[in-house]
């Protein structure tokens, strides 16, 4: 079984910067493919970023150019680096793990406001 932890959510005032983090822990012996999700009440996920397995990177159109995806493999970690946050930047962040989104976390919520 896969548990993925995310860490990193606040609040933060419009312009400014967080960073995402997200463990993966228990059987899988390698990082695989990871990303995120974003989820606002009254609205469906939207997707916010991939790294594959191979390093290829996919971002959602709404934070392309703002968000950077990253990982460290060794500690099966994926980062996501948010600037220039948006008030609509605002949801829970959600953390997934293989092609198929197939582990999922609890999330980490976000919040940008004045």
């Known amino acids: 079984q896969v548990r993925l932890v995310e860490s990193g959510g606040g609040l933060v005032q419009p312009g400014g910067s967080l960073r995402l983090s997200c463990v993966a822990s228990?059987?899988?012996?390698?990082?695989?493919?990871m990303g995120w999700y974003r989820q606002t009440p009254g609205k469906e996920r939207e997707f916010v970023a991939q790294?594959?397995?191979?390093?290829?990177?996919t971002y959602g159109g709404s934070v392309k150019g703002r968000f950077t995806i990253s990982r460290d493999s060794a500690k099966k970690t994926v980062y996501l680096q948010m600037d220039t946050l948006k008030p609509e930047d605002t949801a829970l962040y959600l953390c997934?793990?293989?092609?198929?989104?197939?582990?999922w976390g609890q999330g980490t919520q976000v919040t940008v406001s004045s």
């Open positions: 790294i594959r397995a191979g390093g290829l990177i």
């Open positions: 228990g059987d899988e012996s390698s990082i695989g493919t």
């Open positions: 997934y793990k293989g092609m198929n989104q197939d582990y």
